[in-house]
């Protein structure tokens, strides 16, 4: 299965990299299909309090 690349800039509009909403809160997710929301939970449970976090994270996951 091909998916996004992470390590470099993705989701680019003419605002910028990692300002395409379609691509972070769809193409992405799907890409990874039930294992997003797993993912994702698990995330939240290891960060209760979103020490971790920052709003990019906020809005991607």
């Not at 993912?39 to 449970?45: D, E, N, W």
Request: a negative charge; proline letters at 7%.
């Amino acid at each position: 299965m091909a998916r996004p690349e992470w390590s470099k800039g993705w989701a680019f509009t003419d605002d910028g990299p990692c300002s395409n909403q379609s691509v972070l809160t769809d193409t992405i997710p799907r890409t990874f299909g039930d294992s997003w929301g797993w993912a994702k939970s698990r995330l939240m449970a290891y960060d209760p309090h979103r020490v971790f976090s920052n709003d990019f994270l906020d809005s991607f996951l």
